[in-house]
């Protein structure tokens, strides 16, 4: 069972699940689909890595990850969840079944109550709503010069798709190379950068747009929310990851 909690200002709000889990999603939300970007908060992991963090992969006790993993199922009303191994790239697959999927950067379904799950800490989580299937989206900087969240928009099947850019780093906190803010500038136009900072979600747009996509962007920046989000740009490698995820729900 979910509950409005506050607003964003952001045409998203701020919920608490039962189990005590906090996670941002639009408002309003698609017809059809739950869409879950899931805070820092409601966890039990102990700083640096306070308190929703969901990798094993950062330092964070093990016990604390798997306790936080129960938290965000109790969230997400017990439904089975698919996940990749992500690796910056343009992958996407398409799942039928819970469980680990292989390598990739999106995960495409047409199953309804399976929840598609990415993990975070600056890099752009994209949900795709379409008529018929969902998709979940990782986006880092090599991913978006990939074109992996239109990649994957074009996968869904029926004419229109909606897209929903989660919390991330944005322009105000994410400096670049002059090489790669060029790069950036020269696929997707020079409205993306300012000087050398770059602004991921608008490139991902462009990209989106490009596909045919309705895009929302919920325009939270993780580098600015240290509150709610983890950073790896502005914490470092002894960080927490956010867990992202897109169900189809049953109609």
Not at 217 to 231: N, W
Request: hydrophobic share 40%; with cysteine; proline share 4%.
């Amino acid at each position: 069972m979910r509950k409005a909690h506050t607003q964003t200002g952001y045409g998203a709000s701020v919920r608490t699940a039962e189990g005590g889990a906090v996670y941002v999603a639009p408002d309003p939300e698609p017809e059809g689909a739950g869409i879950f970007f899931f805070t820092r908060l409601g966890g039990v992991s102990e700083p640096p890595y306070d308190s929703l963090n969901v990798s094993r992969k950062v330092g964070d006790a093990p016990d604390a990850v798997e306790e936080n993993l129960s938290i965000i199922r109790e969230a997400m009303d017990e439904r089975p969840a698919a996940w990749v191994r992500q690796v910056a790239g343009d992958g996407v697959v398409r799942v039928s079944e819970a469980d680990f999927a292989g390598e990739a950067d999106a995960l495409v379904t047409a199953e309804s109550d399976l929840c598609l799950s990415v993990a975070v800490a600056d890099c752009v989580p994209i949900a795709l709503v379409g008529e018929r299937e969902v998709g979940m989206v990782h986006s880092g900087w090599r991913g978006t010069l990939a074109g992996v969240s239109g990649k994957a928009a074009r996968k869904l099947g029926g004419s229109r798709v909606l897209a929903y850019i989660g919390p991330c780093i944005r322009r105000c906190c994410y400096e670049v190379s002059e090489e790669l803010a060029q790069k950036f500038a020269a696929e997707f136009g020079d409205e993306v950068v300012t000087g050398r900072y770059l602004s991921l979600p608008d490139a991902i747009r462009v990209d989106l747009e490009r596909a045919g996509v309705e895009v929302h962007d919920l325009e939270v920046c993780s580098g600015c929310r240290l509150d709610l989000f983890y950073s790896h740009r502005k914490q470092g490698p002894f960080t927490g990851r956010n867990l992202a995820s897109v169900v189809r729900e049953t109609r």
